[in-house]
């Protein structure tokens, strides 16, 4: 009875880490695939000279574009993360609350160069491709780098990885700002 117990409290914890784990991703992924084909969308199905022919002005379209982008991702994040404790069947834990929140800088990586590549190579699928590779590579750099620099170790446990996400973002925002530069 016991180990059936046992199995039962692992399974469910099992179970809410991999709906937390779900609920986390989504967002990321969206934030990829709007990022991706922000433009290279309008380039793909040829309506970009449509978009440039409305009497507005192309940063009007951009604000437009990254608005419904980052509302979009916002209320995703918060719809899964309440629907994973949901099914989940258990409560708030406060470290997931941080979690959660990290998990937006690396959803930011995502649209930054998604959108790069989207405004370069006027492909999505080439866009959502280099810029997944690109965001990890930089990511996983980046982070490598800085943990070897400042704090000289050559391995670094997984709780550091969250002291890196300041420099991951400002990166990121440095990119957007490119971003719009070329858009």
């Known amino acids: 009875a016991i180990s059936v117990c046992r199995f039962d409290l692992l399974s ?18 969206y934030a990829l695939g709007c990022g991706g084909t922000m433009f290279a969308g309008e380039h793909e199905t040829d309506t970009y000279q449509t978009l440039r022919a409305l009497p507005l002005k192309s940063s009007q379209i951009l604000a437009g574009k990254l608005t419904t982008t980052v509302v979009a991702l916002m209320l995703m994040t918060v719809t899964l993360w309440i629907s ?15 979690v959660c929140m990290s998990y937006l800088v690396p959803a930011l990586e995502l649209l930054a160069w998604g959108m790069f590549f989207s405004l370069k190579l006027q492909r999505p699928l080439g866009a959502v491709v280099l810029g997944c590779l690109t965001a990890a590579l930089i990511g996983f750099f980046l982070l490598n780098i800085l943990w070897q620099a400042f704090f000289a170790s050559s391995h ?4 550091e990885y969250v002291a890196v996400l300041p420099w991951r973002a400002v990166l990121a925002l440095f990119v957007l700002a490119v971003d719009v530069w070329l858009a």
């Open 12 to 29: 469910r914890q099992t179970s809410h880490d991999l709906l937390f784990g779900i609920a986390l991703a989504f967002p990321c992924l």
């Open 156 to 159: 670094f446990p997984t709780d």
């Open 84 to 98: 994973s404790i949901l099914f989940a069947r258990r409560g708030v834990i406060i470290p997931e609350i941080s």
